[in-house]
């Protein structure tokens, strides 16, 4: 029987890290010799396994330290920076994930379906989470059995596996149709999986996020994913910002000014109307601009001559 995740797991990830840093001190180091692992200091439930620096250790606004240092766990493996995330982990006491995670990934990866079933079942409480991502498990299996032509392993997997497992019968009726395609590439399109099974069980894991408690397998990108939510924010906040401005910098905050932004020069002046102009509009190829006025005129402006005549004017006046 497999054991059940539990916080246990975690404090011993944490103890051994704390021995390796000891080790290492004594030895005159103050770097830890242990290799990264992807342990995790995170129950099922979400209670937190905070090192003694980081109990009520909160940010602005309450964000907890020990969130955030994931989460620049997590961007730092991203980013492909492995020994800076050894170094994180081992000066924090704080790990990415729990190592049942970090195998889940290791099995899908390989297509050890029978092992990632079994941490399914311990990491999904949701009984119809739990269901909803056996499915998606069992479509990309039977899936790969009809792409390397193993109809009889195909055919036990919909009969021993698929059919008495209570999914919902069109669900069943749709994957059981794969069994018609004439060829791989009929197949890839009609399954809507890739051919490649790199991808396609990198495809599969992220499906299976949404069912995973995000304290136990992180949303991907998700630091970046914050900073994009707050760049938008400021934009939509601000009155004077231009959407197609690029933001150059993270380092400060979106503050347009309103005086490069906000036209607050006169370039041109059309003389013509005798009293208040009430009305303007510019035609769709920018070439002429139409005003109304209360002097019950309208005028159609050619704004190639009009400038013309005024550049010619300022020149006269200088």
Known sequence: MDKTVDDDDSKNDLLNMRKDKLCSLNNGSASSSSSYSSNGNEGINGKELHTTLFENNNLLGGIKSYDLVRLMLQSLSELGLNNSVKALQQESDILLEKSIITEFRSEIKQGNWDRVHSILDQIIKDQQSLKDAKFLLQKQKFFEYLLNDNLNGALLCLQNEITPSGFDTDKI??????????????????????????????????????????????????????????????????????????????????????????????????????????????????????????????????????????????????
């Open 173 to 318: 009726h749709n994957i059981t149709s794969y069994f018609l395609c004439q060829n791989k590439e009929e197949l890839v399109l009609k399954a809507g999986i890739s051919s490649d099974l790199s991808i396609s069980r990198y495809d599969l894991l992220n499906s299976l996020r949404k069912y995973i408690p995000p304290t136990l397998l992180l949303p991907e990108k998700r630091l970046e994913n914050l900073l994009v939510q707050s760049i938008l924010y400021q934009k939509e906040n601000c009155v004077y910002h231009n959407s197609d401005l690029p933001i150059t910098s993270l380092f400060t905050d979106l503050d347009s000014n309103k005086d490069s932004l906000v036209p607050n020069e006169s370039k041109f002046i059309l003389k013509g109307h005798q009293d208040e102009v009430w009305f303007i509009a510019f035609s769709n190829n920018g070439k002429y601009l139409a005003s109304a006025s209360k002097d019950s005129s309208i005028i159609i402006w050619d704004l190639f001559t009009e400038s013309e005549d005024n550049n010619n004017n300022n020149n006269n006046n200088n």
